[in-house]
Nanobody, 111 residues
């Protein structure tokens, strides 16, 4: 069974940056499309970004131009670099592969 462990969340001021990491195990990352999702309090889970095993990454409209998804296949790790953070980016961020999910990491953007 695929295991995904997110880290890197925390509290940051508006305009700040954070980098999230997702370490995958029991999977060959280079062969897998990986995604980041988020869920804000009281809202449904929202797609953030996807990085395919080959090809171009895609982003949700709310984060396009501010977030960058990347992968290090040697480390079996996917990253989400978040810049120009806004209060509305506050959410629990989840990593996804196939039908597997991590437990999430909380990002709070607040002054």
């Amino acid at each position: 069974q695929v295991q995904l462990v997110e880290s890197g969340g925390g509290e940051v001021q508006p305009g700040g940056s954070l980098r999230l990491s997702c370490v995958a195990s029991r999977i060959i990352l280079s062969r897998v499309t990986m995604g980041w999702y988020r869920q804000a309090p009281g809202k449904e889970r929202e797609w953030v970004a996807t990085i395919p095993s080959g090809g171009t990454s895609t982003y949700g409209e709310a984060v396009k131009g501010r977030f960058t998804i990347s992968r290090d296949n040697a480390k079996n790790t996917v990253y989400l670099q978040m810049s120009s953070l806004k209060p509305e980016d506050t959410a629990v961020y989840y990593c996804n592969a196939y039908s597997s999910w991590g437990k999430g990491t909380l990002v709070t953007v607040s002054s």
